[in-house]
């Protein structure tokens, strides 16, 4: 679910993060997954693309999120 979420959000906020974001968070998630996969702990990954998904979500929405 976090890997959708994330991709969405990188989707919809490439307007507000303009090309050089794109490419930062396209970055940081493969750095991630081979990090994670370096380390042996593929399981790890979707804990740390939820952070990831979370952080994303942050700064596109500029934190304000409202639930209702």
Known sequence: MALCIFWVVVFLGRHELGWRG???????????????????????????QAILAIVMILIVFKGDIRIR
Request: proline letters at 4%.
């Open 22 to 48: 794109v490419i930062a968070a396209a970055v940081g998630w493969f750095v991630l997954l081979f990090l994670m996969t370096a380390i042996g702990a593929p399981h790890l990954f979707q804990f740390a």
